[in-house]
């Protein structure tokens, strides 16, 4: 093995690389042997080599070279023009009247400030950069599987068509064929008519031509012949055939009925990320800015559907909301122009429990009698999950992506909420640490919602409480109400949600307010507005509160 590229080897000469160094230059910042010290000094005789023992290498303070004085080291720092200063620059009166220290009292303030941003790099900046390169990938990864699903979407409505056009080719054919088969039997009737005659027609020749070179006159007038019948010519059968009129297909005009893709978009957004904290915090995305509670709520609009008692609503956008009640039917509303958009009837025929909006904007329902959550997407409903001996309630989606579920034991004796990556159970929460039941069970109307700060808070009517657990599913507290409530009636908490805050805001249906809690579950306010029963609520992007009620959905302004 070369000992002078042996990893196990003792620190070798610079120049000579074979004697052991004991020397070393803090100039150069090179190792030396003793026998070679000489050698390097007037290697380059415009340094001042400042050679020490190798046990005290890099001990001499190296001051900074001058940029306008060549050769002259910087002893001095003037703070007005924040730069080292020589002898030199001082006798040249540049710096005259400027406050001057000695280099070596700011360089512990340099020091400081340089492990000041170091540690800021190391801390906040990289962990940051690192945290975006990790979304970057991620929605990589979901913009893969996204699109994946928009052309598998494409691809099945596309085999839907053919399957369509495949029946209705089968139809018009056998049309075709049932009107050729008619034809063809009355053509063929005519014919035997037509064979029949000409039968009779040779009979009546070969009868004239047994007689007519008789002598016997009594047998030429036994024959009879009715040319006059046979003058009259049957009738001529005239066919008339179907034509294939095929309809006039655009390309536009075929986009149109097949569907066609809305408009991608790819912006930039310069508050999109923040600089991560030093402190670790289960907290997602980046911090919103501080909002403060109005003095007093306001209702922004009220949007009339007309029909029943809403008990679910959700955000498609900030323009659109998504709302149900006791039928099969989820309707999507316009805000502001208060009009109906879209319905869509469950596959099953039976009412939606509830409704959430996913990340990527599909409707998500759950059908309690069918055992099943399904998703919408296109107008087509696809079913997600499906349960045994056990029977969806109420969904949300997460800030991940993934659906939380209530689901109640077959004869409502527990309750529990299931995590769902796409089809895939990925955990429950059940029981406090001692064993007992978070959730009440009985088949009371119990919400859940996803805090900001990954908290999961559920609205369970049967105990009178939001009772809220963290994301590993460990309870965090029990809100049972505040006192005095605006009607004096018990709390039963309805429909349940959050905003950029942590605040969790709950219905009260018997009270008609909607209280506003911190992510501790200090109580805030109440909310009334004229609310008439409310039950299901949601927020929009800007903090907006949405109430379902009886009849209508009101928007409600309450943060500044």
Request: proline letters at 3%; aromatic letters at 6%.
């Amino acid at each position: 093995m070369d000992p002078r590229t042996s990893a196990q080897d003792v620190t070798r000469c610079y120049l000579c690389e074979n004697d052991v160094a004991q020397i070393h230059c803090d100039t150069c910042l090179v190792n030396l042997c003793t026998a070679c010290v000489g050698k390097h000094m007037i290697s380059d005789e415009s340094k001042d080599h400042k050679v020490v023992k190798f046990q005290s290498r890099k001990s001499t303070l190296l001051y900074p070279e001058c940029s306008t004085h060549l050769k002259e080291r910087c002893k001095m720092y003037c703070k007005q023009c924040d730069i080292p200063v020589c002898i030199s620059c001082l006798e040249s009166n540049q710096h005259l009247g400027h406050e001057l220290s000695k280099i070596l009292s700011v360089l512990d303030e340099r020091k400081d400030m340089i492990l000041k941003e170091r540690n800021e790099l190391n801390d906040k900046i990289y962990p940051t950069y690192q945290d975006i390169a990790s979304d970057v990938q991620n929605r990589m990864s979901q913009l893969e599987k996204e699109y994946g699903d928009l052309s598998t979407a494409i691809t099945k409505h596309g085999e839907d068509w053919h399957r369509e056009i495949d029946k209705l080719v089968k139809k018009l054919k056998a049309e075709v064929d049932e009107m050729k088969n008619t034809q063809l039997q009355t053509l063929q009737k005519h014919l035997d008519e037509i064979n029949k005659k000409m039968s009779d027609i040779k009979d009546d020749i070969n009868a004239v031509e047994l007689v007519i070179d008789t002598n016997d006159l009594s047998k030429l007038f036994s024959v009879t012949i009715n040319v006059h019948i046979y003058r009259n010519l049957p009738q001529k059968i005239v066919l008339s055939l179907p034509k294939f009129i095929p309809a006039n297909i655009q390309g536009e005009e075929l986009n149109n009925m097949f569907g066609a893709l809305s408009s991608s978009s790819l912006t930039s957004d310069k508050h999109g990320y923040s600089m991560k904290t030093t402190q670790k915090s289960p907290e997602a995305g980046s911090s919103p800015p501080v909002k403060q509670l109005l003095d007093e709520p306001e209702t922004v609009t009220t949007i009339d559907t007309g029909y029943g008692n809403l008990y679910s609503v959700a955000c498609l956008s900030d323009e659109e909301i998504w709302t149900c009640k006791s039928d099969t039917t989820m309707k999507l509303y316009s805000i502001n122009q208060g009009s109906l958009l879209k319905s869509i009837t469950t596959k099953s025929g039976t009412r939606p429990c509830d409704i959430a909006v996913t990340k990527s904007g599909d409707l998500v329902y759950t059908d309690y009698w069918y055992r099943t959550v399904n998703i919408v997407k296109n107008e087509k409903i696809e079913e997600v999950i499906r349960l045994q001996n056990w029977r969806p309630s109420n969904v949300c989606s997460t800030s991940s992506g993934d659906l939380l579920v209530i689901i109640e034991s077959d004869y409502r004796k527990q309750t529990k909420v299931l995590r769902y990556s796409g089809s895939t159970e990925k955990q429950t929460i059940q029981f406090d640490d001692k064993g007992k039941p978070l959730y009440s069970s009985g088949g009371n109307n119990i919400y859940i919602t996803e805090n900001r700060n990954l908290d999961i808070c559920v609205s369970d009517n049967g105990a009178k409480a939001v009772v809220v657990v963290n994301q590993a599913g460990k309870l965090r507290f029990r809100y049972t109400g505040h006192t005095p409530a605006p009607k004096n009636k018990p709390f039963y908490p309805r429909g349940i949600t959050t905003d950029s805050q942590s605040h969790i805001l709950t219905a009260d249906y018997y009270n008609d307010c909607v209280h506003i809690i911190d992510q501790d579950g200090q109580f805030l306010r109440y909310i009334d507005c004229g609310l008439s029963e409310p039950w299901g609520l949601c927020t929009d992007t800007n903090d907006n509160l949405f109430v379902a009620q009886w009849g209508n959905v009101k928007k409600i302004k309450y943060l500044k």
